[in-house]
């Protein structure tokens, strides 16, 4: 069983709370939600829209047709009403037989759970728990005034929502977290609120700095004097720290970064989705240093990820790039396997600090000892050592996973995938002949990618950016060039039905 239900309006009428109750609502009656948020760069008016997708199993993304629409102004439905079927139903604002003022939004809630047939007294506790009696009160007008269309039955899955952007949060504190630096840039910004939100009770600091130059510059601070530290930004904000990446790379100062891409170049579309920035996260900086990228593809994977990103980093006195983007850090997820999340690795700080004894840290080539060396010997030497250690990390992270195989295991069809595209594809390859082959460490890349490529007849790589960056890397790693490419670079996710169409499609 799968819906795909839009709820849209302008921005500032509560579409993500609508969404939000329904979701909640949904988990305690056993259903997997998807909910998808896209909206302009505007504070008020416009026209936002949310697709949540209901399943009685996993879901992780939308497909193109919708079994409803929920509207509160005429726009919505003069822009979606098209892709509605034609056994789809619509409610809205001029179905409301009363004004509800501020509280339009959790009456269409209501009626929107009346629609699918679920007991109104989850309804009602829901919002009377989070908005208070008068909300409630009109979540419960609103159910009373429509009929039921479906009826879902109560199921007995355990099911929990997040964000990337909550996982992201969870993973630092995972890992003790000290101190979280950053300048507000959708979409990196959800990680800065998660952890400002409790840093008193978690015992870590959340600190804006002037902008992204200084937020990198201080985190090496920081760092340097044994504070574990992350910064987080999106593109824009990141090509502005890559200056302060080569000096970790020099000093060997541990720091992790968080990167949300956003399509661009430069500002772009900033509130919206791509899978553009693996080059920069690879490349960004100048010289040749380690480091250490890793692209989760769900919240369960950044949770488990960024902790790893700390341990990487702490281990080896490197940089660890955690890539996201703005589909992975705002869509909410649902899943029953919360309790399967690895146990945290623990974080130590175990190199020498100041104050326990004279350490220094130059931004040039240098002696064992910090003093400044400009030989060619040293060069030489410092250079051979940085390549040494990042064969070391290669040895290091074999032990976790690098890969993930979904799908007919057996299949000699393979799709290949990273980051968020990842809930997408297995979503499309559902009733298929295929294996998907989830590329999880960029850098290191695994040396097992090249066998299951070789092994498999048909091989197609699915990104959402227009040179197929990971094709490249895979390429320029293993020799071997993929031909058939799915890509997509309209700003806007994979819809599960339309990528199952191209797959197929290939010859």
Request: charged share 25%; glycine share 8%.
């Given at each position: 069983m ?9 921005a500032?009428q509560?579409i993500?709370?609508?969404?939000e109750?329904?979701s ?9 939600t998807f909910d998808y ?9 416009g026209?936002n829209?949310?697709?949540l997708?209901?399943?009685d199993e996993?879901v ?7 079994d409803?629409i929920?509207f ?13 079927k034609k056994?789809?139903f ?6 409301l037989?009363?004004d ?6 959790i009456?269409l809630?209501g ?6 047939g679920?007991d ?6 829901e919002?009377?728990k ?6 409630a009160?009109a979540?419960e007008t609103?159910?009373c005034?429509f009929?039921p269309k479906?009826k879902?039955?109560k ?7 997040m964000?990337g ?8 504190r ?11 840039m ?9 952890l400002?939100?409790?840093?008193v009770?978690n015992k ?9 130059i200084?937020?990198a ?5 920081a760092s340097?004097?044994?504070a574990k ?6 593109g824009?904000?990141f090509d502005?720290m ?12 541990p720091?992790?970064?968080y990167?949300a891409?956003?399509p ?6 900033p ?16 010289g040749e ?12 994977e950044c949770?488990?990820k960024?902790?790893?990103a700390?341990?990487?980093s702490?281990?080896?006195?490197c940089?660890?790039i955690i ?19 690895h ?7 175990k190199?020498?600090l100041?104050?326990?004894?004279i ?11 910090g ?12 250079a051979e050592e940085?390549l040494?250690k990042y064969e070391?990390?290669?040895?290091q992270?074999?032990?976790f996973e690098?890969?993930?195989i979904?799908?007919k295991?057996?299949s000699?069809?393979l ?11 297995l ?7 295929y ?19 070789e092994?498999a ?5 699915v ?13 320029e790693k293993?020799?071997?060039?993929i031909k058939h490419?799915?890509l997509?670079y ?6 599960s039905?339309?990528?199952k169409?191209?797959i197929?499609?290939v010859?």
């Open positions: 799968r819906l795909n239900i839009l709820i849209g309006g302008k500032g509560g993500n709370k609508v969404s109750i329904v909640q609502v949904l988990a305690k009656h056993g259903y997997f948020r896209e909206y302009p760069s505007l504070i008020r008016g026209h829209f949310n697709v997708s209901i399943s996993r992780g993304s939308t497909e193109s047709k919708l409803g929920v509160l102004d005429e726009n919505t439905l003069k822009k979606h009403e098209q892709n509605l056994t789809g619509k409610i809205g604002f001029s179905d037989k009363q509800f003022g501020k509280n339009l939004n009456a809630a009626a929107l759970i009346c629609m699918l679920i109104k007294k989850i309804l009602i506790e919002v009377e989070t908005l208070g009696k008068e909300a009160k979540a609103g159910f005034g009929n479906f879902l039955p199921l007995n899955n355990k099911v929990k929502i964000t952007s909550k996982a992201i949060a969870e993973g630092a995972n890992s003790d977290i000290d101190l979280y630096l950053a300048y507000p959708t979409p990196a910004t959800g990680v800065m609120l998660e400002a939100e409790k840093q009770e870590l600091m959340v600190f804006q700095p002037e902008n992204e200084a937020v510059n201080m985190a090496l601070g340097f004097a044994g530290t992350m910064i987080g930004s999106s824009g904000g502005l890559t200056e302060a990446l080569s000096l970790q790379g020099q000093t060997e100062i720091l992790v970064v990167l891409s956003r661009g170049p430069s500002t772009g579309i509130t919206y989705t791509a899978q553009a920035d693996l080059d920069v996260a690879l490349k960004g900086g100048h240093f380690p480091r250490i990228v890793i692209a989760p593809g769900d919240p369960i949770i488990e960024t902790n790893e700390f341990y990487l702490e281990k080896f006195n940089l660890s890539l996201s983007d703005k589909l992975l850090a705002e869509s909410e997820f649902s899943f029953d396997n919360f309790n399967n999340i146990k945290p690795l623990k974080v130590e700080v190199r020498k100041p104050g326990e004894a350490v220094k840290a130059n931004s040039y080539e240098h002696d064992k000892y003093n400044t060396s400009e030989t060619a010997e040293t060069a030489k030497e410092n940085r040494k070391e990390i290669k040895k992270v074999k032990n690098m890969i993930k979904f799908g295991k057996e000699k069809n799709v290949i995938g990273w980051g968020s595209s990842k809930t997408a594809i979503d499309a390859i559902k009733g298929l002949d294996k998907f082959l989830q590329v999880i460490y960029m850098k290191p890349l695994s040396d097992e990618i090249k066998k299951h490529i092994a007849k048909k091989v197609i790589i990104e959402q950016n227009v040179t197929g960056q990971l094709g490249r890397l895979i390429r293993t020799g071997i060039s490419r799915i997509k309209d700003a806007r996710p994979f819809e039905d339309k990528l169409e191209e197929e499609r010859r």
